[in-house]
């Protein structure tokens, strides 16, 4: 049910990636992100899947456990590779009515559907390895800047770590209400979609009583410890880069420069 | 209002199997229930107490044993579950965050409406529900919301009184109520057993509480520790302290008296504990 969301949950384990710096990490998957829409080969996959695998491995994440984090998103997977296939110019391969099939539409939904998946992948595993809190420190220090520009980057950061830190509460109080709602005899996995909509709100609504009323927990608790955004916060565990984090840069620097080296490289030879 | 039997045969339960996330719910528990009978389930925090509730709903499929109604099994294929649920009414904790409706009524209505009863049936369902809880007919067109906390929970209660069940269950019924809350949420427990002859199973942290049921269970760590009658159950004072657990406030207090030279006989609550004082002190 609602509970089984693992995606972007902490997943508690020791292991190097864990240990390095967040923002090593924000940094990490901000470099993954990029190699994956500047690589349009397949080889270059293979290269980005296999680093992206070791990586996995070090963090000592399941695999199981992080592709069920994928669940959520299969329909739109689905929709958009679908799309795809369909809306592509190019050899046709099959044709029926008004459809047709292009190899070339093929070649994009494939490649399509392998990069939405490592970009979901990859940025859950930086949520999985990281807390909540030590990200939105991660965050803030690295957009610190921003705030020259005043851009209020540490209300920003405190927004994005208590919604992340509210994930599991929430899911759980959803479970519960669902537990309770089904005890009264409510079903909702029956009937159709116009029903089950409408069933979703003995749900919704105790749900929505609970997040209000957690918020003004939460912002009671907060102002009863003077909580402010004075400029000079200081913190219980100031973020110091370690000599792991400095290879860890020069890794993904590197990583970095040979997908896109390898991209011009395999155009120049007349690859792609 | 139906008599009815529930029997936990072997049931054992796993959290998140497989998973670094895997813990114990229940292990073995052989359990039975029935109407007009009430229960006690005592257990210190994480002893599988919401479980066994659960369980005993349906809400929760044994991974081990069978949850038998009137001698059928709730998990077989062809079972209707809500002829479970009908028959036994599970009321969480805090029941009153499961509230959604615009009037007091409504939701009261939820129940017996998910049931399959006609609206009319519905209506007579609940009215008769909240007038057994002590809600007034004025309050029935009223936003649940507006109303205080221990009428809020007593109309929760209601919405799953409103099913007529056989069986009520509850999860701590009067936790966060004041005094005067609490009291009327267990006479009202009192009121159901006596006059409509339901079974009440109830999940409680106070032992006096507990105390007055006709079945103690105490869980621990998943397993059945001790069961038996409420003064079986306390006479085992050294076993319940090493499980976290108190006696009620009266064989508390006539072991500090006798610790402290007082000849007392063994006083299981507050009226046995008074006339045995009284006797000394007329002596």
């Known amino acids: 049910m609602i509970r089984n969301i693992t995606l972007g949950q902490y997943y ?10 967040p923002r090593v990490k924000l940094f990490a998957t901000f470099i993954f992100l990029i190699s994956l829409f500047v690589n349009d080969s397949f080889t270059g996959y293979i290269f980005i899947i296999a680093c992206f695998g070791m990586v996995i491995r070090v963090s000592r994440v399941p695999l199981g456990y992080m ?8 329909f739109i997977m689905c929709f958009s590779v679908i799309i795809n296939i369909f809306i592509t110019e190019g050899q046709v391969l099959l044709s029926f009515w008004i459809f047709k099939i292009t190899l070339e539409g093929l070649i994009r939904a494939a490649y399509f559907a392998i990069r939405l998946i490592l970009l979901i992948l990859g940025s859950s595993l930086m949520t999985y390895t990281t807390t909540p809190n030590s990200l939105t420190d991660g965050l803030e220090k690295s957009l610190g800047f921003l705030t020259y520009l005043r851009v209020p980057v540490h209300d920003f950061a405190t927004m994005i770590g208590i919604a992340l830190r509210f994930i599991p509460v929430l899911s759980e109080e959803a479970d519960r209400i669902i537990k309770a709602q089904e005890a009264r005899g409510a079903d909702f996995t029956q009937g159709n979609l116009m029903k089950r909509v409408k069933g979703m709100i003995p749900l919704i609504i105790p749900l929505l009583i609970s997040a209000f009323r957690r918020a003004e927990d939460l912002a009671l608790a907060l102002d009863a410890r003077c909580y402010n955004k004075e400029k000079w916060r200081t913190k219980l565990h100031p973020l110091k880069y370690s000599r792991a984090d400095v290879a860890a840069y020069i890794l993904l620097l590197l990583y970095l420069g040979t997908v896109i080296a390898s991209k011009y490289a395999f155009e120049y030879m007349g690859f792609v | 209002m139906k008599t009815i039997k529930l029997v936990l045969e072997n049931v054992s339960y796993v959290y998140n199997p497989g998973t670094i996330y895997e813990t114990v719910g229940i292990t073995d528990a052989d359990l039975s229930f029935e109407s007009e009978k009430s229960y006690a389930v005592i257990g210190h925090t994480g002893s599988g107490k919401s479980t066994l509730l659960q369980l005993m709903n349906g809400l929760l ?3 081990k044993g069978r949850v038998l109604l009137d001698g059928e099994d709730v998990h077989a294929k062809k079972y209707k579950i809500k002829k479970l649920r009908s028959s036994v009414g599970l009321v969480f904790q805090y029941p009153e965050y499961q509230l959604f409706e615009e009037t007091v009524i409504k939701d009261v209505c939820f129940g017996p409406k998910n049931l399959g009863y006609t609206p009319e049936e519905c209506l007579e369902l609940a009215k008769e529900a909240l007038r057994l809880v002590g809600i007034e007919e004025d309050k029935f067109d009223q936003n649940p919301f507006n109303l205080s906390g221990g009428q809020k929970r007593r109309v929760a209660i209601a919405g799953v009184l409103a099913m007529n069940p056989g069986i009520l269950v509850l999860d701590e019924p009067a936790a966060g109520l004041d005094p005067e809350g609490k009291e009327q949420i267990l006479s009202l427990l009192k009121t159901l057993r006596e006059t409509k002859k339901m079974g009440i199973v109830m999940v409680s942290h106070n032992m006096d509480d507990a105390s007055g049921a006709d079945e103690v269970i105490v869980l621990d760590k998943g397993s059945i520790a001790l069961k038996g009658s409420a003064r079986e159950v306390f006479k085992e004072y050294e076993r319940l302290a090493g499980l976290g657990l108190d006696v009620p406030f009266a064989m508390r207090m006539t072991r500090l008296l006798r610790s402290r030279g007082i ?5 299981f609550d507050n009226e046995e504990l ?3 004082l009284l006797k000394i002190y007329k002596r």
């Open chain 1, 12 to 21: 508690p384990a020791k292991s190097r990636i864990h240990a390095l710096d």
């Open chain 1, 67 to 74: 592709i069920r984090g994928l669940k959520g998103i299969i």
């Open chain 2, 61 to 63: 499929s044994p991974a």
């Open chain 2, 263 to 267: 000849d007392l006989p063994d006083c």
């Open chain 2, 274 to 276: 008074s006339k045995a």
